[in-house]
């Protein structure tokens, strides 16, 4: 596969240099909450229907026993504990940052309404937040059904609610390879549903999983251009502990990709993201101990800085093969209706 071509010099200038070359999220907190925003990651003791038996007791192949989460919750701590003692790490950087609490560990809407309805109440109550981001699944939604848990959502007395909602690949072979539980049309309807009822949907992708051809994370990003989605997070795979992944990748049964052609997958799905979903993450996280393989994803500012540099080498940008080839877009005209 050849790399895409330069974009002409002829349309180089200095504006372009100074503007990020993907869709920044500060500039969507900016126009939604009035500022920078820092993520408080909170446990509140859910399951997964893929580790419960509900689907299935294995997870999905990435998946971390954890769940993403700190654990805080098996420690017997609430959420306005968790709060008081993250909030001041989180402001560390930003003492001005608006605060969103992140429910994070596992999947957050996995529970009978009124339990949801019971933790979205504490959430509302703690001191200073700015909204809430909620990880999920969209198969734990009610999406074939009244769709109870999603109108919980919409009505809870928050300023501001997103939806951090796993695809992972469009490719219904791939989801299964990885044990997910579900198709890529559950996620469609779910996203749908929660843009119905004001909800703002975060995507998330993942790069690599076994079974996925070379234009999977370009098809993926062609299957969320054409639903409602407001951001989109990019994950290079990761082998972490405890996960099916790792059995495989010490078997030699998976290959990872290499950082420059996991920079150049993402600079083609980045050319053809809907430019006014906003970025948020190009490459994945490991919490402290658990990263296995790839080595080169213990140095993500080394890799964000090849990602930028390659962006501007070929003067590309988000957008730019189908909605905006002709110019690098000022990424706050997406928001003029809503500043």
């Not at 500060?26 to 580790?51: I, M, T, Y």
């Not at 809407?109 to 703690?126: C, D, N």
């Not at 699944?137 to 009244?146: A, F, N, Y």
């Not at 083609?268 to 809907?274: M, N």
Request: with cysteine; hydrophobic share 45%.
């Amino acid at each position: 596969m050849s790399a895409p071509p330069s974009h002409p010099a002829s349309h180089e200038s200095p504006l372009q240099d100074e503007i990020p070359r993907w869709h920044p999220a500060r500039v969507f907190f900016r126009a939604h909450l009035g500022g920078a925003v820092r993520k408080v990651p909170l446990d509140a003791g859910f399951s997964c229907p893929n580790r419960d038996g509900t689907i299935s007791r294995h997870g999905c192949s990435f998946c971390n026993p954890a769940g993403s989460g700190t654990g805080l919750h098996a420690q017997g701590l609430d959420l306005s504990i968790q709060w008081q003692r993250l909030v001041p790490r989180a402001l560390v950087r930003e003492p001005k940052a608006k605060l969103l609490a992140y429910l994070q560990a596992y999947t957050n809407t996995h529970a009978a309404p009124e339990r949801l309805r019971g933790v979205l109440a504490e959430v509302a109550a703690l001191p200073g937040l700015s909204g809430l981001c909620l990880g999920t699944r969209p198969d734990c939604l009610d999406v074939d059904g009244d769709h109870a848990r999603l109108d919980i959502l919409a009505q809870a007395e928050l300023p501001f609610v997103r939806l951090d909602l796993g695809l992972q690949s469009a490719d219904d072979a791939v989801l299964a390879k990885a044990n997910r539980g579900h198709g890529a049309e559950v996620f469609a309807r779910a996203v749908r549903a929660a843009a119905a009822r004001g909800i703002f949907v975060c995507v998330h992708l993942v790069h690599g999983l076994p079974g996925a051809g070379p234009e999977d994370l370009v098809q993926s990003v062609e299957f969320l251009n054409a639903l409602p989605v407001t951001a989109v997070k990019f994950h290079n795979l990761l082998v972490c502990r405890g996960t099916a992944l790792e059995r495989q990748w010490r078997a030699g049964e998976l290959v990872l990709s290499g950082l420059e052609n996991y920079v150049f997958e993402l600079i083609r799905a980045l050319e053809r993201l809907r430019p006014d979903i906003c970025v948020e993450r190009v490459f994945a996280d490991a919490a402290p101990g658990e990263l296995v393989a790839p080595e080169w994803a213990a140095d993500k500012t080394a890799a964000l800085a090849l990602a930028r540099r390659e962006m501007q080498r070929r003067n590309t940008w988000q957008g730019r093969v189908g909605f905006c080839p002709e110019a690098l877009p000022d990424w706050s005209m997406y928001y003029k209706e809503t500043a």
